[in-house]
């Protein structure tokens, strides 16, 4: 979606403050699915959680395909945000629960599933979207949804007894859990970069003029080394401890928002892309392990929801405000988002001052005092 929205502009005649809102409804019921349908994992129902995800980003993906006004649009990607938003806590809970010595190397694995995938769509789009119409890159994610749903309909693990579960409805009560609450807050930078970077990062391009190539390999070689590089990167963030990855990471990746919003052509950004893909693929497993480190074992889905949702806020909050912000002064708006990263950064880094050196070898996934 994030690379024909030049395309919704221009053939569907929808502003830029309105992309924005379609970019960012998604976010806002990731938010909300997270918040609210998280905790059920905790309670022995992860399996139906996911499959259920699967069944509502299909049905979003059609709207999608099928949508050529504001409104569809708008539906369509309101579904596939909460699809996502039930389903990947209750995936976060079962890899770290399946092998928790090799927890960074996992959720490695499963960031670079998301980003192949991330990085396959620009790849149909460019080769589809032009000769079949807007209609067919979401009709291709749509078919390729069904045999992942059949695949884990299939799959068994050991679901949380829910005799012992946890009672709390919600996960908000584990923010008096500083280190906690420090770790999620350090991790609103990243999503603060992604909701800019994905709301405006097309419709730059074609402002200045690029190539539609440019504008769909920029968001390819952004992603790429993600994909070989989390794996590596996980297993490194337990060995240095997911804080000091977290906050490395995001502050290089705030130089890098300030490079695109200063640069004067798209292609030295190409560059610049690489290079942020590669820091972030190293670093990006360092919100969620910190996460599952010091979050209540009983209550790994919650945190994980906990955490994905406010993210997922975060990026509909700044998907929104960078849509309109750009209307107004431009490319600027990555300069401003970068200072908003940095601010998320030290006050997560205050937060959790006293458990910023703690590694893998350290700590183990246990029930972390409140």
Known sequence: MFTVLDDFRDEFNIAESKLGIIVGIGFLTGF???????????KGHSKKLVITGIVIEIVGTLFMAFGHAFLPLLIGRLLTGFGVGISEPALRRILILSDPERMGRNLGLIVSASVAGFTAGPIVSALTADT????????????????????????????????????????????RIRPLAGAIVIGLALFAMIGTFDAIWSVMMDDMSAPTWVANLGISLFAFPMIFLAPIGGRMTQKVGPFKASIGGLSIASLFMVMYGVLWSPYPMLVIGIL?????????????AAVAIVA???RL??????????????????????GTAYGIIGRSTFVWCAIM???????GAWLAKDSLRITGKDVAIETAPA
């Open 32 to 42: 909300l699915s997270q918040i609210f349908f998280a905790p059920l994992a905790d």
């Open 132 to 175: 079949l119409g807007l209609s067919a890159p979401f009709l291709i994610v749509a078919a390729c949804l069904l045999p992942v749903m059949y695949g884990l309909s299939r799959l068994k693990f050991q679901e949380a007894n829910i005799e012992d579960a946890p009672t709390q409805r919600l996960a908000f009560d584990m923010l």
């Open 341 to 347: 990263m940095l601010i998320f950064i030290a006050i």
């Open 296 to 298: 209540p074992r009983d």
């Open 276 to 288: 942020h893909g590669v820091v972030d693929g190293l670093t990006i497993t360092g919100g969620s």
């Open 301 to 322: 889905a919650s945190a994980q929801g906990l955490f994905g949702g406010l993210q997922t806020l975060t990026g509909g909050i700044a998907a929104v405000a960078a």
